[in-house]
């Protein structure tokens, strides 16, 4: 007895003993063990598609408004059946149910139950982790409208909590999506295959050291040359039948003619910026291919389709790969968006877009003394975030959606929200669902947000936003407040993700989320509306978050006051002026801009956007004071560009006594920026092997020192009692939003600007009702829809718009009256009068070519030329027909000749969508 009491108070001093050491170890002598943060517990859901896994669906424990929530979709075809798999987490009790609701989720379909089929076990390789997963499978009653996208929502009801699972469905009598699935994995097999062997040749020919990715490409030139004739995307008239390979050489080019893909035609066109972390199709094969680094997949992608017609798809492929050179491993996030489309005439599948994304995992070997700087190595984003504390001798910063903070006093770094060193090489997908914004950064503390789906911790599978404060010598996280939402990451990235600031002498927490900025009191939880009905698409936020601009009015063109509000001075400060209309253009440096204008010079553009004609010119403080102002007798100003230190105008003559305007000489106005103190930049640093690598370089007062420790991140068991919540709508019907493949870009009051942006960056345009308005895509060569729907004459100029806007209805299938419509006077507002499925949009100011792309789809469109307005039906290369109300006749024109028609009024274009 006394023996065994003996052992078991030598095994508590050990265990002590061994826990202490640790502590001391990892914390060095901090008052509390070290434990690390929560790591996410909730499984993903995935559909079947063809038998195979496609689309990760995070779960929610609250219901999200599903209004901007482009996530996925799947397409179901007459037998209207939906396989799902759940992971062997969910409760074998539990009841598996549907809902198949409007796009934005507030009309009710249908709802029903799944039923279990079988335990698929590991019968499928390519879902990550170690979970099993089980088939349901439902039946749905209803005939889903043809082409018209739903939300589906899965919920896994269990005795303790439900758990949400959020994709969209669309119906299609056919649909190529199976092809287009095959040809993206085949696509990025080709990527690693082509990496291994052009490695291995180098490796082989001890090339790796003095690398020369133009000579190795030459000499897989003859092998390359013989496999052509079995290098077909199509090998039938079916190209879906026929994917055999991805042929890398038909989509991109190399700059050297000594390449085997190498393309004089399109050489041209070839960017070879060395950074293969953001690849697009004009990107280099070298760079495409991620030449001289070898790199290998973790795992094989799950596809996700983001967007889907029955000839085209967006096709989202997410995972880790990891390198492993000169005995350093490096993890990296892959995210890779395929926009295809089936060519009917060539019969083939065509790759109109494509974008890659690579975010290097961060680990000590970031580290960099040499270069007085961490490294982040290969990274799509090329303004990474970051903040410094005053001295720059500390500094946080975001790698893959992890929150790191890097210590030069102490030599330390922590994984403060996120993965750690160790977590990221075990991981198979990149992180997702949530996004972090970094407040504020001193000697103590650093403070920061995180907004979206919260991934881990007692609040998994909710959907807010937590503030929380990281204490740097305890190296402890607590959460001070939590605002929960129904909102969706992308609804919170228009707003929660322009600006969130707290007060830390205060300790008020202020948040603009939807049209609401929030004042909360972290102690007492009490809440308030610090501003009510905020037009925040039209505030202008200060890159530091500490000041806000903003209209009184939605409107723009009625704006009689801004207010700018300075949250870290506490100060609130209204301009205006007399008899003028204000507008808010933006932010030059960290002062702000606005134009002032009579009434009289206020008006819209074509595509109802507004138009002034400033007479002056404001660039004022953060508490109003002037800086500087423009002003000139009989000048006006109609446009504002404002470019690194000079601010250019265009200008116009107004004579007073006529008013007639005319042009005038541009002129500019110089300005000389606050200068920032010395403190940590960002650097793009090309490698030995021609990589650009990105880098957080200290000043040269802060010293970088090997020899660092990574501590770990202890988790405050505390959370917030007082929550807060917000209950809200933030989806504009009128706008338009921007999406880019990987999630909301922005919005817009003007389909047309809009459209542009895409055709610029790339991406698609939608509207709150979950309609495509406009994406890249094949045209085809020519159509016609002439004879579909009756010609509507009209005897006068005045009424040509009308009499087009009733045949564009007749076109949409609505069984519209011509005097209603002549009564409306508004193109798009007429469609809304139907409640037509079909959705009116002014595109006005886009190109004829992206105007004849609505055409292509069977859609007229009206446009306007200085004899009136006429509703082109028909086009191919070389000419335009239109039909003419006045003359109540088709016109043949050569398409250029109708161009420069169009452009003399301003391309002033109006068509329709379903």
Known sequence: MLRRLIGVLLFTLIFVASTLSFNFIQNRGRTTRAVEGFNPTMDKAYLLYDGEPVNSMLGYTNTIDTGLYRDSIIPIDSAR?????????VDKNSEIRYEIRSFDGTNLVEEGDFRFVSDVKDKYKNIPGDAFYSNYQADLRMNLAEGTEYSLVIKVIGESKTINFYTRVVYFKECRLSGFIAYSKRFTDAVYDANKEIMDLASSTNAITTFNVSGVLADLAKAKEEEQSERQIATTTDAMAGVSEADLSKVFGSLDASSSVYNAETAANVNASGNPAYVTLNSSYEDVIISGLRMERLSDPVPKIKEVTDTSALI???YKTISDENDVVKTYAVSEYLSLDYDNGAAAIKVTDYQRFIHQDF???????????????LMADANPKFIANENSKKLAFVADNSLWIYNSIDKTYSSVYGTSSDEAEKERTPQEGYDIKLLSLDDETLDFVVFGRINEGPREGSTGVILYEYNIAETTLRELKFVSSNLCLDEMELTVGRLAFYDKQERVFYLLIGETMLSIDVFSGKSTERIESLPSGHAAVSEDMKVLAYPDSADLTKTKEITIIDFENRTE????????RLQLIGF???DIMYGTAKSDYVSREKDGSPKFLYDAIYIVRRNGSLVKKYEREGILISKVVHKNRTIYLTRKYVNEETGEITDAPDDYITFKPTEASETVTVQSIKNEVGNKELYLRFPLRVYVRSGNEELFTKVSSATDTAEVKYEGDIVDKTASYIYGPSGIRGSSDSVGKAINDV??????VVDAFGATMYRDKIIRPYLTVAGTFNYKAVDSVEDSFAACNYMCLLAAGVNADYDEVRTTGDFVKSFEMYNSTARGINISGVKLDTAVGYLSDGSPFVAKIPDGYVLVVSYNDDFIRYYDPMEDKE???QRYAFQLRCEDQGNEFFTYVK
């Open 81 to 89: 059946q939906i396989n799902v798999l759940l992971s062997n987490s």
């Open 316 to 318: 989202e492929l997410r």
């Open 363 to 377: 680990n000590s070997d970031g580290i960099d003394p040499v270069s007085n700087s961490l490294k982040l190595g």
């Open 573 to 580: 400060k209204v301009m205006k002026e007399a008899d003028h």
């Open 588 to 590: 030059v440096g960290n």
């Open 759 to 764: 055709y610029q960056n790339g991406g698609f």
């Open 891 to 893: 016109v043949r024109l």
